[in-house]
């Protein structure tokens, strides 16, 4: 008789992410990792590693999908969110979806870290660098001392991204109150009364930009953290931010992690957490917490740790931490863009790009050796020359910004 499986992972939502941790899941213990999503997107179709669910209807029957899901399959199941909104939705409905392992905080705790204006707030309380940080909603007077030129973004993402109005996007950035006023009434015209955060606007390109991803047991205890150094980032209106290039690997004494660690701890915070930072000077800069693995997740993996055994010794069958949290040393280069883009769109970088390649020390999650269909690859191709396409079109030195 074949033994269950060692862990049965189930992913909401689908994209790059989703499919860059189904292939941890896959390399450490062999398992097909269910993913659930309303579409079929090209990063998971037609993927040996992953069960595809497609839902149309799943913010509506949320609950009674994922446990009709749970209940299929043997082994532990363990469920985790692509995003911050189905993170949100499955810390909230945890009794519900039982006897499945859900792998972070309360929801409170979640609600809490997620909000960029309670961020903010954490980060003042307790000392850690963040950018100068004001609050403002539609049809309320704008705070006297606006920054210029400013960034504006919604406290709640989840809320803001259940709306919609023309040419909206994640990030905006404006120099006047009058251009914010504006954005302001046509973001409450669409439905949105939450806050936004205006911040000042930190000078530097993509590679100004960093992150920090930490991992704690169910028990609260650290167990790692990684630092990596962006190299590149998205210029879409929709993905503007999202690391696609970074090398990660830092000394164990890098300030940016003992700020990392004293928010967490004081939070009391379980599994993964991804924080945005932005280097200024000597300083690293907190932008925000996203509570899971993100979209560069891999990148963790890549470096040598394994999220999906993370996952299975710290909430499965847990195992004692180590009484200090690993400290990620060695260089990698995690990248989801061709290398003669990279090198192209960040070129003081070119020769760290070079000898790590030739150190065997670069992983892009698509090119997967495990994958079989040829629409598989054929998809990989295609997304890897569109890469070129959406830099040349968005990227600010492509339009003469």
Excluded at 50 to 66: I, K, N, Q, S, Y
Excluded at 325 to 351: K, M
Excluded at 356 to 378: I, S
Aim: charged share 20%; proline share 9%; net charge positive.
């Amino acid at each position: 008789m074949t033994p269950p499986p060692p862990v049965r992972p189930i992913i909401v939502g689908a994209d790059i992410g989703s499919y860059a941790t189904a292939r941890a899941f896959h390399e450490a213990f062999g398992v097909r990792t269910v993913i659930v999503a309303r579409t079929a997107i090209g990063a998971v179709r037609h993927s040996r590693i992953v069960d595809l669910r497609v839902h149309p209807d799943l913010g509506e029957t949320f609950v009674p999908t994922l446990r009709s899901i749970v209940a299929e399959g043997e082994g532990p199941a363990l469920l985790l969110g692509s995003v911050d909104w189905w993170v949100r939705e499955l810390v909230r409905h945890r009794a519900e979806l039982a006897p499945a392992v859900v792998p972070y905080p309360d929801a409170a705790t979640v609600e809490r870290v997620m909000n960029k204006a309670e961020f903010a707030r954490l980060c003042t309380h307790l000392g850690i660098p963040h950018p100068r940080t004001l609050t403002v909603r539609a049809g309320q007077p704008l705070p006297p001392d606006l920054p210029s030129p400013m960034v504006v973004k919604a406290a709640d993402a989840g809320a803001f991204h259940a709306v919609d109005f023309p040419a909206k996007r994640k990030v905006e950035f404006f120099r006047a109150p009058s251009e914010l006023a504006a954005y302001l009434a046509k973001a409450g015209a669409a439905g949105f009364t939450g806050e936004f955060v205006v911040q000042e606007f930190i000078p530097g390109g993509d590679d100004a930009m960093a992150a920090v991803n930490a991992f704690y047991g169910a028990d609260g205890a650290p167990r790692l953290f990684v630092y990596g150094r962006v190299l590149l980032e998205e210029h879409t209106p929709n993905g503007l931010g999202n690391s696609v290039a970074q090398i990660t690997g830092s000394a164990p004494d890098h300030p940016a992690l003992a700020h990392a660690r004293r928010l967490l701890d004081h939070v009391g915070w379980q599994g993964f957490a991804n924080f945005d930072l932005k280097i200024r000077g000597e300083e690293h800069l907190f932008f925000e917490l996203n509570p899971r693995v993100g979209r560069s997740g891999y990148a963790v993996t890549a470096a040598g740790y394994n999220v999906a055994r993370s996952y299975a010794e710290a909430f499965l069958t847990p195992t004692p931490a180590p009484p200090e949290p690993v400290i990620a040393p060695p260089e990698h280069l995690f990248t989801v863009v061709p290398l003669r883009l990279l090198r192209s769109y960040a070129p003081d970088w070119a020769g760290d790009i070079a000898r790590l390649r030739r150190e065997g020390q670069v992983t892009n999650p698509y090119y997967y050796r495990a994958e079989r269909h040829p629409k598989r690859w054929g998809y990989v191709a295609a997304a890897m020359a569109n890469q070129f396409r959406k830099f040349a079109r968005h990227h600010p030195s492509r339009r003469g910004h």
